[in-house]
C-alpha cells in the first residue's frame, strides 16, 4: 500500500496466498469510503477506479483453485490459461480476454506463457483496462531461476519485461518459500530490473519442525517396473503423495502399486491410487485432488511436478520425493504435508529417496568444492545459468550429506535465528510444536533395509548371435534414441483417449527396446516383431519395421565410420539422381555433397581419381575412407560383404 515492490520468502502453509487476497479485500473496503475519509486519506499511493490486480501462478491447476477461492472471499476472478480458453470457447462460444474487460473483474489470474502473450498484449491497448491495473502478483517467484533460466519456461524470465509494460503506478509483489539468500536473490532482483531502495525484501524463517525429514537409499534403479522400497505405503493408511521426475517413472509406480495390492477388489484400487499429471484432461485432475482431499479411501497421489508448489492439501500425512533435483525442491514438495494442526501420529514426514549414482555425484562435487554446473561452464564458456537443470550442486550435495539436514537448510536458505510468532487466531489455536532434538534421519538414523538381491550381471538376451552380428554399445545407444523418437511420434500422432492417457513409455517401454536390440539381426520381417507389440502399439507394425530396416542401413554406416545422420542428405541426393542417372562420377558426387568440397570435373573420372574422391570426401567428415576400411579389415569377411554391399553401383 506505499507505492514499494515487495519480494516476500515465507514458509510452506505460512498464509501467501493471504498476501494476495488480504490485498484485495482492503482495496475493496477502501472503495466504500469517502473521499474525505481520514483512512482513505492516510493512503499514499495512486489508486485507479475499479482497480485490477493481475496475479501469475505457475500452474493450471493451481490458478482454477485460486480463482474458486478468490470468488468465495468475495473477489471477482478470472482465470485464463489454455483450458479455460478453449472450454470457453467450445462450450460457451465466448472469449475470456474480452470477458476480462468487464469491470466486475477484480482479479485476473494468468499463467507466465498468457502474461506475455499477443492475447495480453491486444488486451493492454485498452485504455480503460491498462488504467485499472494496480497490481502484479507472482506466486512462487524462485520459479524463474530453476524453470525460466533452464528453458523449461521461458516465460518466467520475461515478467520483468511485462511489468515495465505496465502503468507506472503498478507494483510488484512476489512470494516464495525457497529462495536462497546471496546469488540467487540477486538474480532474482537483476531479472525484475529493480534497483536498489525500490523494493523491500523481507525473509521470515521457511523452517518447519513439525515436518520430520528423512533420507533413503534406493536398493533399485529407476528404469524398472519394480520399486520394493515403497512397499511400506502399501502396507499403511496414510495419505502420501509421490513425487516423480518424470511422466514414465510416475506411471511405472502407480502400474507397481496396482498390482502389488489386493487384487480383489477392483473398485477399491481405483480409489486407493491416482495418478495426477499433465497428460490428464482438466476434469480428470480436478477429479482426483477432490477425491484426494475428501474420500478417505483415496490414499496415494503419484504425481509430477504439476502438483509441487502451491496446492494446499489439510490432510496430507507423508510426501516422498523420488531422486529430487535441488533443496528448493525437497522443500516445496516436502512442505505439501502436514499443512494444518491437528496433526497425524506418528507426525508429518517427507522421506527423499536418492539413487546410488546421485549419492556418489554428491561426494565428487563436495571433494571438488564446486557445483557440476560451473564445470561444465568452463569448459563450454557458457553462463551456467543457460546449462539445463538435472546437474548437481555444491549446495545440494552438502545437503545429500549433511549430519543435520535441518541444520543444513536453515544455512541455505539463511534463516533467522529468532522469528517473530505470528498472532492471527489459527496459529494462537495451533502453536507450532518446538522439538529439543532434531528428529531427521542425520541426527536419528534408521535401521538400514537388507541389500535386494543382486540381479544377474547380464540381462542381454544375445545368445546364439555370432559377435559379428551382435550391436556395439554405441549402435544401442542410437537405437535407443532412434525408437525412443519413433514411440513419441506414434504418441503424439494419436487421436485414441486411452493412449493420450498414457505416457509414451507405454507404447514401447525401454525393457522391450532393450530386447529388441538385443535380438536385432533377426528382426526382418513382422512375425519377427510380432512378440513386441503391446495392445497400445497395435496397428503400428509395419511402422515399426520400417523403423527397423532404416535402424539397418544406419548402423552398417556406423560400422564403417559414417555419421548415421547424414542419411537425410545422403538420401536427398538419391532422390534427386534418381530421374537422370548421372554421366560421370563427379557429377554424382556432386549432387552427394556440397560443391565446394568436391571438385567437378565433365571429364569421365578415372577409377584412382574416384578412390581419391572417396578419400578426400571421408577425410572431410573426419572418417576414413570406405576403400581404407575394407583394405584393413583384419580378415573379417562379414564386414568387408557389408561394405561391398552399400557401395553404389553406377553405371
Given at each position: ?79 485464463i490459461n489454455e483450458d479455460t480458453i478453449r472450454e470457453a ?250 499443512r494444518r494442526p491437528p496433526y497425524s501420529t506418528p507426525g ?296 561391398k554391399e552399400n557401395l553404389i553401383p553406377l553405371s
Open positions: 500500500m506505499d507505492g514499494f515492490h515487495v519480494i516476500s520468502v515465507v514458509k510452506t502453509g505460512g498464509g501467501k496466498t493471504t498476501i494476495f487476497s488480504g490485498f484485495m479485500v482492503l482495496l475493496q473496503e477502501l472503495e466504500k469510503l469517502r473521499d474525505s475519509d481520514n483512512l482513505k486519506q492516510c493512503v499514499c499511493r495512486h489508486i485507479p477506479n475499479n482497480p485490477l490486480c493481475i496475479i501469475v501462478y505457475p500452474t493450471k491447476g493451481l490458478e482454477e483453485e485460486m480463482a474458486g477461492i478468490f470468488n468465495a472471499l468475495g473477489i471477482p476472478s478470472l482465470a470457447r467450445t462450450f460457451h462460444k465466448t472469449d475470456l480476454w474480452t470477458q476480462a474487460l468487464d469491470l466486475k473483474v477484480r482479479c485476473l489470474l494468468l499463467s507466465p506463457e498468457q502474461l506475455t502473450s499477443k492475447s495480453f498484449t491486444t488486451t493492454l491497448s485498452n485504455s480503460l483496462f491498462y488504467s485499472r491495473i494496480i497490481a502484479l502478483n507472482v506466486d512462487e517467484i524462485h520459479l524463474i531461476l530453476s524453470w525460466g533460466a533452464t528453458g523449461f519456461r521461458k516465460s518466467f524470465r520475461d515478467i520483468g519485461n511485462a511489468l515495465m509494460r505496465l502503468p507506472r503506478w503498478t507494483t510488484f509483489t512476489g512470494v516464495t518459500a525457497t529462495l536462497a539468500s546471496g546469488a540467487d536473490s540477486q538474480k532474482i532482483t537483476q531479472i525484475l530490473g529493480f534497483r536498489s531502495g525500490s523494493f523491500v525484501f523481507t525473509r521470515r524463517s521457511n523452517e518447519r519442525p513439525e515436518l520430520q525429514f528423512i533420507f533413503r537409499t534406493l536398493r533399485h534403479g529407476l528404469q524398472k517396473w519394480l520399486f520394493p522400497d515403497l512397499d511400506w505405503i502399501l502396507d499403511g493408511r496414510r495419505k502420501t503423495i509421490i513425487y516423480c521426475r518424470t511422466i514414465s517413472l510416475a506411471f511405472r509406480i502407480f502400474v507397481y502399486m496396482w498390482h502389488s495390492s489386493s487384487p480383489s477388489n477392483l473398485l477399491g484400487r481405483r480409489k486407493r491410487f491416482r495418478l495426477y499429471c499433465s497428460l490428464y484432461s482438466r476434469e480428470y485432475n480436478r477429479t482426483s485432488r477432490d477425491m484426494f482431499v475428501n474420500d478417505s479411501d483415496c490414499q496415494v497421489m503419484i504425481t509430477t511436478d504439476a502438483l509441487k508448489v502451491g496446492n494446499d492439501f489439510p490432510n496430507i500425512d507423508d510426501v516422498v520425493v523420488i531422486d529430487p533435483e535441488d533443496p528448493s525442491d525437497i522443500l516445496q514438495k516436502g512442505g505439501r504435508a502436514g508429518p514426514c517427507c522421506i527423499c529417496y536418492f539413487t546410488e549414482a546421485t549419492i556418489s555425484r554428491a561426494k565428487a562435487v563436495l571433494k571438488a568444492g564446486k557445483d557440476e554446473n560451473s564445470a561444465v561452464a568452463e569448459q563450454s564458456k557458457v553462463d551456467s545459468d543457460s546449462i539445463r537443470k538435472g546437474r548437481m550442486t555444491l549446495s545440494m550435495a552438502r545437503l545429500i550429506l549433511a549430519r543435520c539436514i535441518n541444520a543444513e537448510i536453515n544455512s541455505h536458505f539463511s534463516n533467522p535465528v529468532v522469528d517473530c510468532p505470528c498472532a492471527c487466531e489459527t496459529c494462537s489455536s495451533f502453536p507450532i510444536p518446538t522439538n529439543d532434538t532434531c528428529q531427521c534421519s542425520g541426527c536419528c538414523p534408521e535401521v538400514p533395509l537388507p541389500r535386494l538381491p543382486r540381479e544377474a550381471a547380464s540381462t542381454r538376451l544375445t545368445f546364439g548371435i555370432p559377435m559379428a552380428d551382435r550391436l556395439t554399445d554405441n549402435m544401442r545407444t542410437y537405437g535407443f534414441k532412434t525408437l525412443k523418437a519413433f514411440r513419441y511420434k506414434i504418441w503424439d500422432a494419436s487421436t485414441s483417449p486411452q493412449i493420450e492417457m498414457l505416457p509414451p513409455a507405454a507404447l514401447l517401454p525401454d525393457s522391450t527396446i532393450g530386447s529388441m536390440l538385443d535380438q536385432f539381426v533377426k528382426l526382418k520381417a513382422l512375425e519377427d516383431i510380432s512378440s513386441y507389440v503391446n495392445c497400445f502399439l497395435s496397428g503400428h507394425e509395419e511402422e515399426l519395421l520400417d523403423q527397423l530396416q532404416l535402424l539397418r542401413v544406419k548402423f552398417n554406416r556406423m560400422k564403417i565410420g559414417l555419421d548415421p545422420d547424414e542419411m537425410l542428405s545422403y538420401s536427398r541426393a538419391v532422390a534427386r539422381t534418381s530421374q537422370s542417372q548421372p554421366a560421370t562420377y563427379s557429377a554424382f558426387f556432386s549432387a552427394l555433397v556440397p560443391s565446394q568440397a568436391v571438385e567437378t570435373s565433365s571429364v569421365p573420372r578415372t577409377p584412382a581419381s574416384i578412390s581419391n574422391t572417396h578419400s578426400r570426401k571421408a577425410s572431410e567428415i573426419g572418417t576414413e575412407s570406405p576403400e581404407k576400411h575394407a583394405r584393413v579389415g583384419n580378415g573379417n569377411r562379414h564386414r568387408t560383404r557389408t561394405i
